[in-house]
Structure formats: structure tokens, C-alpha cells
């Protein structure tokens, strides 16, 4: 299954951004939906994490400023990202799991998006 992960790009401390991660395939059913960030230097960490039945987690440094949500008709996950800052500017990861609505035998999936940049200056 492939990704498409889009909404990155460059704001100022303070602003906010929308990061998108869509599914391009014939899609069952997406149980976890997570967006990760590699920043330059630094290994890479869960930013936020949702299942299939709207339980969702996130890392301790975004609580508070990022929401994620998801649009099962649009097999797609989103990354709502408020009040930013310089720590956040990394490269955003979004990975997706669920199974593929394929016959006669529906397959699991496990999918990575390309990563989409999120530059936060100061």
C-alpha cells in the first residue's frame, strides 16, 4: 500500500501547520494510524498515534499542541500541529496499518509514507 503524505513546510514559532497521510489503495480497514519525526541528529520518536476506534496517544514534547485524526472514508490520517516550535522542525513520518481489501484472501499492510519536512524558525 502506498502513502501520500503532504502538508509540511516552513512557519514561524508560534503557527501552525496540517500534515496529511493518505492511503492509495483498496483499503479494509486502517487499526493504527502514527505520524514520527526524525529531527537532524536525533533518533526518531512517536509524535502521535491513533486507532481504529479513536484511541490516540502522543509524545510528552507535543501533549497539548498536536492533534491527530483520521477519516476512515478517506483512508486517511491527519497531524494538526499548533503552536510550534524550533524543536519541532524535523522530517514527519507517517505509517499506517490495517488490511488491504483484496480478494479472495485480504492481506495485512504495514506502510510508510515518503516523510514530508516541517521547518520552525525562530
Known amino acids: 500500500v502506498q502513502l501520500q503524505a503532504s502538508g509540511g513546510g516552513s512557519v514561524q514559532a508560534g503557527g501552525s501547520l496540517r500534515l496529511s497521510c493518505a492511503a492509495s489503495?483498496?483499503?479494509?480497514?486502517?487499526?493504527?494510524g502514527a505520524w514520527h519525526r526524525r529531527a537532524p541528529g536525533k533518533q526518531r520518536e512517536l509524535v502521535a498515534s491513533t486507532t481504529h476506534t479513536a484511541i490516540t496517544n502522543y509524545g510528552d514534547s507535543v501533549k497539548g499542541r498536536f492533534t491527530i485524526s483520521r477519516d476512515a472514508a478517506k483512508n486517511t490520517v491527519y497531524l494538526e500541529m499548533n503552536n510550534l516550535k524550533p524543536d519541532d522542525t524535523a522530517v514527519y513520518l507517517c505509517n499506517l496499518q490495517g488490511w488491504e481489501n483484496t480478494q479472495p484472501i485480504r492481506r495485512p499492510f504495514n506502510s510508510w509514507g515518503q516523510g514530508t519536512l516541517v521547518t520552525v524558525s525562530s
Open positions: 489503495q483498496n483499503i479494509l480497514i486502517i487499526h493504527l
